[in-house]
T-cell receptor, first 110, second 115 residues
Framework: QQPVQSPQAVILREGEDAVINCSSS?????VHWYRQKHGEAPVFLMI?????EQKGHEKISASFNEKKQQSSLYLTASQLSYSGTYFC???????????FGRGTSLIVHP | NAGVTQTPKFQVLKTGQSMTLQCAQD?????MYWYRQDPGMGLRLIYY???????DKGEVPNGYNVSRLNKREFSLRLESAAPSQTSVYFC??????????????FGSGTRLTVV
């Protein structure tokens, strides 16, 4: 079942923070996060597995809340290079194959 | 450069024509996948191959066939193209070697238009 991402779009100025959410109607085993720039292939950012809560580095990190069946991606002090569409992918069983959400468009202005 | 290579990058077909999209990876990954991406729909799985010699249907397999030629290559065939198959097609690969960090590496995509 396709996860639901929110918001659909975010517009920021450089240096501002953003949060992108990914929610599932079923219990999650894992959550994947990818970024896709216009006209390019998606690029893997990170994967969070059941039992883990947080991952990433200072600027881009994600949390995984099993009880709420959701994950959030945090982009701190955004840079122009962060612009793109962010996709989450969720596994609700141990298939190693995520089902992707519809994406969140992030635009960072100077 | 190591990665996933897809050919062709662009293709225009007439309804009813057939074609094969090629994909090759040089990262020694066991698993390979074909996705289609349509505006506002995200990435939808067409077929996948968990390992050499196996293939399985994904979410939207109708109208497609696949062949896992060897560990490196995974092709997608459209036998009789329809306008509904106009899309961007991505091939991806991953490894389950450690079952912890199995993110996908995607190819650059094929933009297919069926007229």
């Amino acid at each position: 079942q396709q996860p639901v991402q929110s918001p659909q779009a975010v517009i920021l100025r450089e240096g501002e923070d953003a949060v992108i959410n990914c929610s599932s109607s079923k219990a999650l085993y894992s959550v994947h996060w990818y970024r896709q720039k216009h006209g390019e292939a998606p690029v893997f950012l990170m994967i969070l597995l059941k039992g883990g809560e947080q991952k990433g580095h200072e600027k881009i990190s994600a949390s995984f809340n099993e009880k709420k069946q959701q994950s959030s991606l945090y982009l701190t002090a955004s840079q122009l290079s962060y612009s793109g569409t962010y996709f989450c992918g969720t596994e609700t069983g141990r298939s190693y194959i995520p089902t992707f959400g519809r994406g969140t468009s992030l635009i960072v202005h100077p | 450069n190591a990665g996933v290579t897809q050919t062709p990058k662009f293709q225009v077909l007439k309804t009813g024509q057939s074609m094969t999209l090629q994909c090759a990876q040089d990262m020694n990954h066991n698993s390979m996948y074909w996705y289609r991406q349509d505006p506002g729909m995200g990435l939808r799985l067409i077929y996948y191959s968990a390992s050499e010699g196996t293939t399985d249907k994904g979410e939207v397999p109708n109208g497609y066939n696949v062949s896992r030629l060897n560990k490196r290559e995974f092709s997608l065939r459209l036998e009789s193209a329809a306008p509904s198959q106009t899309s961007v097609y991505f091939c991806a690969s991953s490894t389950l070697a450690n079952k912890v960090d199995y993110g996908y590496t995607f190819g650059s995509g094929t933009r297919l238009t069926v007229v």
